[in-house]
């Protein structure tokens, strides 16, 4: 029977763990900051689109996530954002639709603690 001893070390020292963890954490950052950056909508806007009769495309919404980028850049908390015939009020740092309408209802109305407005 032969007995070897001989011990290998590799050419390349071994990244610490740390690195890999940073890597770990980067992208669980991202998936983070991906699904918090999806627009939801209250119990109150789901009434109202329902009331209203209003269905949105993936386009609408896709047009609502990056208007809350926009206003989110430019410090905004609560945004009023047109678009074409609707009209939103949104939590920009709960990234949730509080209220929704179609712009021919919103005559006299006064839309109330809000510090930005988007026409998207």
């Given amino acids: 029977m032969v007995q070897i001893n001989q011990v290998y070390y590799p050419k390349q020292p071994i990244q610490p763990a740390t690195k890999q963890e940073n890597s770990k954490n980067s992208f669980a950052d ?12 209250s119990h109150h806007a789901q009434v109202r689109l329902k009331q209203h009769g ?14 809350v980028e926009k206003a989110r850049d430019k410090g905004s908390n609560e945004s009023l954002m047109l678009m074409k015939d609707l009209a ?11 209220t929704a309408m179609k712009q021919d209802s919103m ?14």
């Fill in 54 to 67: 209003i269905s949105l495309s993936d386009n609408q919404l896709q047009k609502l996530n990056d208007g």
């Fill in 88 to 98: 939103f009020v949104v939590s920009v740092k709960n990234n949730k639709v509080i």
């Fill in 107 to 120: 005559e006299n109305q006064i839309v109330t603690n809000i510090d930005s407005a988007l026409i998207l």
């Fill in 30 to 41: 991202q998936l983070k900051h991906s699904i918090d950056s999806q627009i939801s909508f």
